[in-house]
Nanobody
Framework: QVQLVESGGGLVQAGGSLRLSCVASGRTFSSSAIGWFRQAPGKEREFVATISWSGGRTNYADFVKGRFAVSRDNAENTVYLQMSSLKPEDTAVYYC????????????????????WGQGTQVTVSS
């Protein structure tokens, strides 16, 4: 099993930056792909970014390409989401999720594929 705890959210002005962290516990973290998702009030949870367990492959939603970057440090059991050029429409609760994978380069965009979820961290971008 994997337990996930997100942090780093907060209030930021449009154009600003935040770095979210997802700290994991559990022996299978290093063989788990990690995804970041977000959910705004009244909307469905949507895919933001994902990284394979090797860290060698990443994938992003079109609306964050060039602005967000996902990375991981398996020695620290942590995945990061660096968010730059933030917009008011990026306001949401951000969640990280883990999926155990036998393929080091596997990444996943579908929230239904993920087995473990954190509790989320609020990001608010003011205009």
């Amino acid at each position: 099993q994997v337990q996930l705890v997100e942090s780093g959210g907060g209030l930021v002005q449009a154009g600003g930056s935040l770095r979210l962290s997802c700290v994991a516990s559990g022996r299978t973290f290093s063989s788990s792909a990690i995804g970041w998702f977000r959910q705004a009030p009244g909307k469905e949870r949507e895919f933001v970014a994902t990284i394979s367990w090797s860290g060698g492959r990443t994938n992003y939603a079109d609306f964050v390409k060039g602005r967000f970057a996902v990375s991981r440090d398996n020695a620290e059991n942590t995945v990061y989401l660096q968010m730059s050029s933030l917009k008011p429409e990026d306001t949401a609760v951000y969640y990280c999720a883990a999926k155990e994978s036998s393929y080091s380069g596997g990444y996943y965009r579908d929230r239904g594929q993920y087995e473990y979820w954190g509790q989320g961290t609020q990001v608010t971008v003011s205009s």
